[in-house]
């Protein structure tokens, strides 16, 4: 009975959450697009520093106005001007090589789900404020398979950031200015980064794990996604540091995933989850094919209709009649 209670209350709580942002939804988008835009232009200028501040400012307040008015797939576009904006301050050849990765990255998966446009600044974000391990499981489940790329993408995008403030310093220092010495610094940095290469596989591997096992036709099969993929990423992780000696640390590792099973189990609960309870088996055939049919319906709640009774005061009709 317990229990029960307490569903019913989350249950309440979700509808109420739910009613409140479909009623709000034309001002609560836009702040929260902006919001979004203007904190995720402000990262990648701490990413990609190489411009005076207050030059960037109005860039990015402008931006995040029009980006709270336009379709978040946009922001990939504002992120990626920002970025060549900065680095033209370094020089052309460092432009030249992000160009062409955002080219390859657009070539490969952008052109074909627009939704996608987004994720690659959005990953390398998260990358900056280290909340890199909360992706691949989330992404997998939500997104699936279409989220590979992306994340690839983004995860290259952070590593450039970094060794382009090398790239910086020995173009700052050194005597060589020879034709494309910086991207050289820079491609041959990312491709012996043995870190880069443990991320990259890892989180390939969870995502396509997170979105098979979120296909199984089981009703519980998203809480098996959630925990068997965060204990995969994490091994994937530590086998990767122990093999390579790599330098992330042991505890943030478990504290994202633990974090992570926890923010998926709420967005799930948010999107519906399934009251097993009330699950309905249905069999039907036709010329062809046997049809077996498992359908689980979401817990929801129906608010109680108030009956309010309106009492008015009666006409004193004899009193009108005397007049």
């Known amino acids: 009975m317990n229990n029960e209670k307490i569903l019913t ?6 509808e109420t959450v739910n009613y409140y942002y479909q009623e709000n939804a ?29 030059t960037v400012l109005w860039y990015c307040l402008m931006a995040s106005v029009i980006q709270a008015m336009v379709p978040l797939s946009v922001m990939n576009l504002t992120g990626n001007m920002l970025v060549i904006l900065n680095l033209s301050a370094i020089s052309l050849d460092i432009v030249a090589g992000y160009a062409v990765l955002m080219l390859i990255c657009w070539l490969m998966c952008i052109r074909f789900n627009k939704r ?8 390398a974000v998260l990358f900056y404020l280290k909340l890199e391990y909360f992706l ?48 050289q610094r820079i491609v041959s940095l990312l491709v012996i980064d043995k870190k880069l290469l443990v991320i990259l596989v890892s989180f390939s591997l969870v995502i396509f794990a997170a ?26 992780l530590l086998s990767g540091r122990f093999i390579f000696e790599l330098d992330y640390s042991i505890w943030r590792i478990f504290l994202e995933c633990v974090l992570g099973i926890i923010l998926c189990i709420i967005i799930w609960f948010f999107r519906g989850i399934g009251d097993v309870s009330r699950m309905e088996r249905v069999t039907f055939e036709d010329e062809d094919y046997i049809y077996f049919v498992k359908a689980v319906p979401k817990i929801k709640v129906t608010k109680r209709q108030r009956e309010v009774t309106k009492i008015e005061a009666e006409e004193d009709t004899d009193s009108f009649l005397e007049e």
């Open 26 to 54: 034309n001002i609560l988008e836009p702040v929260l697009k902006f919001l979004l835009s203007l904190g995720t232009l402000f990262i990648l200028y701490r990413m990609f520093p190489y411009r005076d501040f207050t």
């Open 116 to 123: 996608l446009a987004f994720m690659p600044v959005l990953v």
């Open 211 to 236: 979105a098979k096992l979120n296909q199984l036709f089981h009703e519980r099969a998203w809480l098996f996604s959630v925990l068997i993929s965060y204990l995969a990423l994490a091994l994937l």
């Open 9 to 14: 209350r989350l249950a309440n709580f979700k």
């Open 136 to 183: 691949p499981v989330l992404i997998g489940m939500f997104m699936g398979f279409s989220g590979l790329l992306p994340v690839a993408f983004g995860t290259i995008i952070y590593f450039f950031a970094i060794y382009t403030s090398d790239a910086s310093a020995l173009l700052t220092t050194s005597d060589n200015q020879a034709p494309g010495l910086g991207l």
